[in-house]
């Protein structure tokens, strides 16, 4: 079984906002009694929400459908602001997307006209990154990505999961603290999903990030995540913040030594409850 120990925290020394280094041990994001609400009030996605989600693990947020995870990332990536309470970066206010916090959605969002290694670039050049440096790191992510074959390619020639690779080194390349992924994987088949899931597992390794995974998945949320926040059916309320002990801090290159894991079992069964009462309003 092949295992990966987890590094502590100290070993992670690239990370800094514009320049200036952070406490790796602060929780960077707090989300500070939340309520979103839309069309005047008339629908409450997010309810009185307040969780803190701490430096260099990936905290998944999973719930029944239109429970308001996405709009909890969108509101972190500062794409939206909280009707009520706060959400704050390092104490201070988010107030609008930053390069600190870069964002993968599910929808492949590539740029036709430019070139695999192109797009790449594509944000740090408005960064402002020298050229030979834009290139290093393209190419340092591309690799990671497993796409350094593809550097001279056009998005039109891929695959949707290349896509979204190409997507996820783009965003990675820009050096933000912390990586969104909005149900990433979403629109892939089972085979590349699974394969793109082991990826992030190794960017997790390598690359340090705190990452927020939104997704439906509860196979997914186990096997990528530290932490598992559970919502409610809307309005969004967190229902369970749950720690995924039974991994004892490791983390699994191959999904199926996962699976074989004692405590695995009881995780995906106990999600898979608080997933039916959910959508059914059952107790059992
Ligand atoms: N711009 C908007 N205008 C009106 N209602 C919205 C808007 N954005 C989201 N909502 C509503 O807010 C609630 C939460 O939506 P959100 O997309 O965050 O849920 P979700 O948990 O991500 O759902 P899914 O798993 O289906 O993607 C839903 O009822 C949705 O209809």
């Given at each position: 079984m092949k295992?990966?120990?987890?590094?502590?925290?100290?070993?992670?020394?690239?990370?800094?906002?514009?320049?200036?280094?952070?406490?790796?041990?602060?929780?960077?994001?707090?989300?500070?009694?939340?309520?979103?609400?839309?069309?005047?009030?008339?629908?409450t996605a997010?309810?009185?929400?307040?969780?803190?989600?701490?430096?260099?693990?990936?905290?998944?947020?999973?719930?029944?459908?239109?429970?308001?995870?996405?709009?909890?990332?969108?509101?972190?990536?500062?794409?939206?602001?909280?009707?009520?309470?706060?959400?704050k970066m390092h104490g201070k206010s988010i107030r609008g997307p930053g390069p600190e916090r870069g964002m993968v959605f599910q929808a492949y969002t590539s740029f036709p006209w430019l070139t695999v290694a192109e797009n790449v670039a594509r944000g740090m050049k408005i960064q402002g990154v020298p050229k030979k440096e834009q290139q290093e790191r393209a190419e340092h992510f591309l690799r990671l990505v497993h796409?350094?074959?593809?550097?001279?390619?056009?998005?039109?020639?891929?695959?949707?999961?290349m896509k979204q690779r190409v997507a996820i080194a783009r965003a990675l390349a820009q050096n933000p603290e912390v990586l969104l992924l909005d149900e990433p994987f979403g629109a892939l088949d089972a085979q590349v999903t699974w394969e793109m899931e082991e990826m992030v597992v190794e960017i997790i390794e390598r690359e340090a990030k705190t990452i927020i995974l939104v997704t439906h998945d509860i196979q997914e949320a186990i096997y990528l995540a530290d932490r598992i926040i559970f919502f409610?059916?809307?309005?969004?309320?967190?229902?369970?913040d749950l720690?995924?002990?039974?991994?004892n801090g490791r983390r699994f290159l191959k999904k199926e030594d996962l699976l074989a894991?004692?405590?695995?079992?009881?995780?995906?069964?106990q999600l898979y409850s608080m997933m039916r009462e959910e959508i059914k309003g059952q107790t059992s």
């Amino acid at each position: 079984m092949k295992l990966v120990e987890p590094r502590h925290p100290a070993a992670f020394d690239n990370n800094s906002i514009a320049g200036q280094s952070y406490n790796q041990l602060e929780a960077p994001i707090c989300v500070d009694r939340v309520t979103k609400e839309y069309l005047g009030g008339r629908r409450t996605a997010l309810d009185a929400v307040s969780v803190d989600i701490n430096a260099n693990q990936v905290t998944a947020l999973i719930g029944p459908s239109g429970c308001g995870k996405t709009t909890l990332l969108r509101l972190i990536a500062g794409l939206e602001y909280p009707t009520y309470g706060d959400v704050k970066m390092h104490g201070k206010s988010i107030r609008g997307p930053g390069p600190e916090r870069g964002m993968v959605f599910q929808a492949y969002t590539s740029f036709p006209w430019l070139t695999v290694a192109e797009n790449v670039a594509r944000g740090m050049k408005i960064q402002g990154v020298p050229k030979k440096e834009q290139q290093e790191r393209a190419e340092h992510f591309l690799r990671l990505v497993h796409l350094e074959e593809f550097a001279r390619s056009y998005p039109i020639e891929l695959s949707g999961g290349m896509k979204q690779r190409v997507a996820i080194a783009r965003a990675l390349a820009q050096n933000p603290e912390v990586l969104l992924l909005d149900e990433p994987f979403g629109a892939l088949d089972a085979q590349v999903t699974w394969e793109m899931e082991e990826m992030v597992v190794e960017i997790i390794e390598r690359e340090a990030k705190t990452i927020i995974l939104v997704t439906h998945d509860i196979q997914e949320a186990i096997y990528l995540a530290d932490r598992i926040i559970f919502f409610t059916r809307q309005p969004g309320r967190i229902k369970a913040d749950l720690q995924m002990d039974f991994k004892n801090g490791r983390r699994f290159l191959k999904k199926e030594d996962l699976l074989a894991e004692p405590g695995y079992l009881d995780m995906e069964k106990q999600l898979y409850s608080m997933m039916r009462e959910e959508i059914k309003g059952q107790t059992s």
